[in-house]
C-alpha cells in the first residue's frame, strides 16, 4: 500500500508525535509498505527529506509558527496525501487529535487511522467525555469545568470587570480568584487533579493539595487554551486499557518512580515501570476490561484508542480519559499491551493500517 504517515503538527505534543511517526514509518517500512512523512504544520517546500528526530523533550515542545493560511491545508492536496490508499495519523493533540484533521480527510475522500471526526472531538473535550462516560455507566472522578469568566473573554463591559473583579467561571457560576478554592471545595474536594481539558500527554498537569495553590494551576492550565478540568484526585493505581477494533488487550498498571505520571515520567526512560499484565484479580480485570470498552463506545471510537483509570485502594475503577491516538513510541503503552497479547509491534501497525484500508474497499463498492 501507499501510506502517508501525518506526523509533528502544531501541538504542544510535537516531539511525541515525531517519534510514534517514526516508529510508525520504521514497521511499515519493513511490512514492504511504500511510506511518505508529511508534517502537517509544514510547506509543502519543506516536507523534502524531513528529519525525524525521535528526541522527546523533558518538557512540551515548542512549535512552529503558523503557516499562512492559504497554506495551512496544502498538505491535503500533495500527491502524498492525495494519492495514498491509506493515511496513518501519528498526530498528537491540537487539530491532529480534535477532529480537524480528520475533517479535511473526510472532506477528501481519503480514508485514514483511528476515531472519526465526531469521536475525536469528543474524546478531545474531557468535560463532555465525562458526562458520556455516566450516561453509559462508565464510572468517573467527579470533576468541574473551569473556564474565563463571561465577563473577563470580552462579554461583558470593562466597568463590570472592575467592579467585581470576576476572574473565573466555574461550573457556570462567575467568581474572583479569592472565591476559586471555596467554589472548588464545595463541587468537587481536595486534594485535586488540575488539567487542561483538552490537551493530552499531562500537558499543565497539577497536583492540588492546598487550596491556596488552586489558583496557579488553574492559571497555568489555562496557559495551554480553552477551559480546565479540576478533578477529585483518587489515590490508588494508575492502569491503562488498550482497545483495538472494540476489544480490549490485557490491562497495563504504570508505577511512577517518585511522583505522578506527568509528561516527563510518560517519556523519559527510568521514570516509570510498567506492569503487563497488571497484577488485578481475574473478575476486577474482566469488569475494568469492560468498562474501558463500553468508554470507547461511548465516545464512538474505532480502530483502536486507549482508556486511562485510577484504580482506588479498595478496588473502585474511575474512568479519567480516552486517547484516540495513542502514543507509539518504544515507551508506549498500546504496543505493550499488544505485545502482551501476542501481537508484535510491527503487526499492530499493519492491523490498524488494514482497517483504514478496509474502510476504503468497502467505500469503492458504496457500502
Known amino acids: 500500500m501507499k501510506i502517508a504517515v501525518l506526523l509533528g503538527g502544531d501541538s504542544v505534543e510535537r516531539d511525541v508525535s515525531i517519534a510514534s511517526g517514526k516508529g510508525i514509518i520504521d514497521a511499515l517500512i519493513r511490512r514492504g509498505h511504500e511510506v511518505a512523512p508529511i508534517d502537517p504544520a509544514l510547506p509543502l517546500e519543506g516536507q523534502s527529506g524531513l528529519a525525524l528526530d525521535t528526541h522527546i523533550s523533558d518538557e512540551p515542545s515548542s512549535v512552529p509558527a503558523p503557516l499562512p493560511v492559504e497554506k495551512r491545508f496544502e498538505w491535503v492536496s500533495s500527491p502524498a496525501v492525495a494519492g495514498a490508499d491509506v493515511v496513518f495519523i501519528a498526530l498528537h493533540g491540537g487539530d491532529?487529535?480534535?477532529?480537524?484533521?480528520?475533517?479535511?480527510?473526510?472532506?477528501?475522500?481519503?480514508?485514514?487511522?483511528?476515531?472519526?471526526?465526531?469521536?475525536?472531538?469528543?474524546?478531545?473535550?474531557?468535560?463532555?467525555?465525562?458526562?458520556?462516560?455516566?450516561?453509559?455507566?462508565?464510572?468517573?472522578?467527579?470533576?468541574?469545568?473551569?473556564?474565563?469568566?463571561?465577563?473577563?473573554?470580552?462579554?461583558?463591559?470593562?466597568?463590570?470587570?472592575?467592579?467585581n473583579g470576576s476572574l473565573f467561571n466555574v461550573g457556570g457560576i462567575d467568581v474572583n480568584a479569592s472565591e476559586l478554592p471555596d467554589m472548588v471545595e464545595e463541587k468537587v474536594g481536595f486534594p485535586v487533579v488540575v488539567k487542561p481539558n483538552s490537551q493530552g500527554s499531562s500537558v499543565g498537569f497539577s497536583f492540588v493539595k492546598e487550596r491556596s495553590a488552586i489558583t496557579d494551576a488553574i492559571v497555568k492550565a489555562m496557559s495551554y487554551g480553552g477551559g480546565v478540568i479540576v478533578e477529585r484526585y483518587i489515590p490508588g493505581r494508575e492502569i491503562t486499557v488498550a482497545v483495538l477494533n472494540g476489544k480490549?488487550?490485557?490491562?497495563?498498571?504504570?508505577?511512577?518512580?517518585?511522583?505522578?505520571?506527568?509528561?516527563?515520567?510518560?517519556?523519559?526512560?527510568?521514570?516509570?515501570?510498567?506492569?503487563?499484565?497488571?497484577?488485578?484479580?481475574?473478575?476486577?480485570?474482566?469488569?475494568?476490561?469492560?468498562?474501558?470498552v463500553r468508554a470507547y463506545n461511548a465516545l464512538s471510537c474505532r480502530d483502536y484508542a486507549r482508556v486511562d483509570f485510577r484504580l482506588s485502594e479498595d478496588g473502585e475503577s474511575f474512568c479519567l480519559e480516552v486517547n484516540t491516538l495513542p502514543g507509539m513510541?518504544?515507551?508506549?503503552?498500546?504496543?505493550?499491551?499488544?505485545r502482551e497479547a501476542g501481537m508484535e509491534f510491527d503487526d499492530l501497525v499493519e492491523t490498524v493500517a488494514r482497517m483504514a484500508y478496509s474502510r476504503k474497499e468497502r467505500m469503492k463498492q458504496g457500502e
Open 329 to 338: 513510541t518504544e515507551l508506549s503503552l498500546v504496543p505493550m499491551a499488544a
Open 96 to 163: 491532529g487529535e480534535n477532529g480537524v484533521v480528520q475533517g479535511v480527510l473526510e472532506m477528501a475522500g481519503i480514508p485514514y487511522t483511528g476515531t472519526s471526526v465526531l469521536g475525536s472531538a469528543l474524546a478531545m473535550n474531557k468535560d463532555r467525555a465525562k458526562a458520556l462516560f455516566r450516561e453509559a455507566g462508565v464510572n468517573t472522578a467527579r470533576h468541574v469545568l473551569v473556564g474565563k469568566s463571561l465577563q473577563s473573554a470580552g462579554f461583558g463591559t470593562q466597568g463590570k470587570v472592575e467592579r
Open 248 to 292: 480490549p488487550l490485557p490491562i497495563v498498571e504504570i508505577v511512577p518512580e517518585g511522583g505522578f505520571y506527568d509528561y516527563r515520567r510518560k517519556y523519559t526512560k527510568g521514570t516509570s515501570r510498567y506492569i503487563v499484565p497488571a497484577e488485578i484479580e481475574d473478575t476486577l480485570a474482566g469488569r475494568i476490561q469492560a468498562e474501558g
